[in-house]
T-cell receptor, first 113, second 115 residues
Framework: NAGVTQTPKFQVLKTGQSMTLQCAQDMNHEYMSWYRQDPGMGLRLIHYSVGAGITDQGEVPNGYNVSRSTTEDFPLRLLSAAPSQTSVYFC????????????FGEGSWLTVV | DAKTTQPNSMESNEEEPVHLPCNHSTISGTDYIHWYRQLPSQGPEYVIHGLTSNVNNRMASLAIAEDRKSSTLILHRATLRDAAVYYCILRRGQLFSGGYNKLIFGAGTRLAVHP
């Protein structure tokens, strides 16, 4: 079991560029989500998915898109990167609505210049 | 959503017990109390959770006040590897049907462990 795998680990973007952060889990979890963490702060929910084909917005969805075509993958797309999106991004998954343990990836450090 | 309040930072010496407090005065009857910790440059990891009764696992113990308005995470013997940010989080329980039980992370408590 690899758990939750995120790529890339580090990325530098120019303002206005687009990119996709990849997230994959091999635990057959229904629920997946993306968080961002700014310096000295807790995590904020960007988007989440309760199953393949179903996604919804979290606290801070603006500037990001997601899709869930398979159970395993949940990519996060930055449409037009802005310096305010400089952050650490964490993907997470849990088995289903009853699952109490959330598994996080190791994070993707994104800098927008 | 109910919120939690934690001290910004705490310090401990190695091999001593650590009691990390959390206030959640607006907790509802179906909210579970979760603790996660985040080691430097890593994603958060699950520590423990509970509803009403005290809980123990290999990592820690969770003591929940009788009125559930506060809880304490107990590390019985702190090690240097326990230095992390500890998050106390409320999560709506299984009685909440449909949708996603969001975890709302606060700033957490940064625990420093001294040799």
């Amino acid at each position: 079991n690899a758990g939750v795998t995120q790529t890339p680990k580090f990325q530098v973007l120019k303002t206005g560029q687009s990119m996709t952060l990849q997230c994959a889990q091999d635990m057959n979890h229904e629920y997946m989500s993306w968080y961002r963490q700014d310096p000295g702060m807790g995590l904020r929910l960007i988007h989440y998915s309760v199953g393949a084909g179903i996604t919804d917005q979290g606290e801070v969805p603006n500037g990001y898109n997601v899709s869930r075509s398979t159970t395993e993958d949940f990519p996060l797309r930055l449409l037009s990167a802005a310096p305010s999106q400089t952050s650490v991004y964490f993907c997470a998954s849990r088995i289903n609505n009853a699952g109490n343990t959330i598994y996080f990836g190791e994070g993707s450090w994104l800098t927008v210049v | 959503d109910a919120k939690t309040t934690q001290p910004n930072s705490m310090e401990s010496n190695e091999e001593e017990p650590v009691h990390l407090p959390c206030n959640h005065s607006t907790i509802s009857g179906t909210d579970y109390i979760h603790w996660y910790r985040q080691l430097p440059s890593q994603g958060p990891e699950y520590v423990i959770h509970g509803l009403t009764s005290n809980v123990n696992n290999r990592m820690a113990s969770l003591a929940i006040a009788e009125d559930r308005k506060s809880s304490t995470l107990i590390l019985h013997r702190a090690t240097l590897r326990d230095a992390a940010v500890y998050y106390c989080i409320l999560r709506r329980g299984q009685l909440f049907s449909g949708g996603y039980n969001k975890l709302i992370f606060g700033a957490g408590t940064r625990l420093a462990v001294h040799p």
